[in-house]
């Protein structure tokens, strides 16, 4: 069983910074695609991802501003975020893909929320 824990959200002022963290409990966690979505009210969106290999995608909303990484050593995927808009206001949860010959497995954290506002 694999259980993703996120930290780092928290109140900020319009155009600060946040780095999300999520940590995976578990031995797939290097072989798992790692991505972040984000649930505002009537609107949830996947904000960025970072694949197995290291390759990293982003939402339109967020590119430029937004960083995603992973650490395979410490089993978390962190999410670097900067020039924060209200619009960016929402919960965030990370989330883990695993794929092997049985199928493809999908785990969720349990959120974290982020308040852009002055």
């Known amino acids: 069983q694999v259980q993703l824990v996120e930290s780092g959200g928290g109140l900020v002022q319009p155009g600060g910074s946040l780095r999300l963290s999520c940590a995976a409990s578990?031995?797939?966690?290097?072989?798992?695609?790692m991505t972040w979505h984000r649930q505002a009210p009537g609107q949830r969106e996947l904000v960025a991802g970072i694949g197995s290999g290291g390759t990293t995608n982003y939402a339109d909303s967020v590119k430029g501003r937004f960083t995603i990484s992973r650490d395979n050593a410490k089993n978390t995927v962190y999410l670097q975020m900067n020039s924060l808009k209200p619009e960016d206001t929402a919960v965030y949860y990370c989330?883990?893909?695993?794929?092997?010959?049985?199928?493809?497995?999908?785990?969720w954290g349990q959120g974290t929320q982020v308040t852009v506002s002055s």
């Open positions: 578990g031995n797939i966690f290097s072989r798992s695609d």
């Open positions: 989330h883990a893909r695993y794929s092997s010959w049985l199928g493809a497995f999908d785990y």
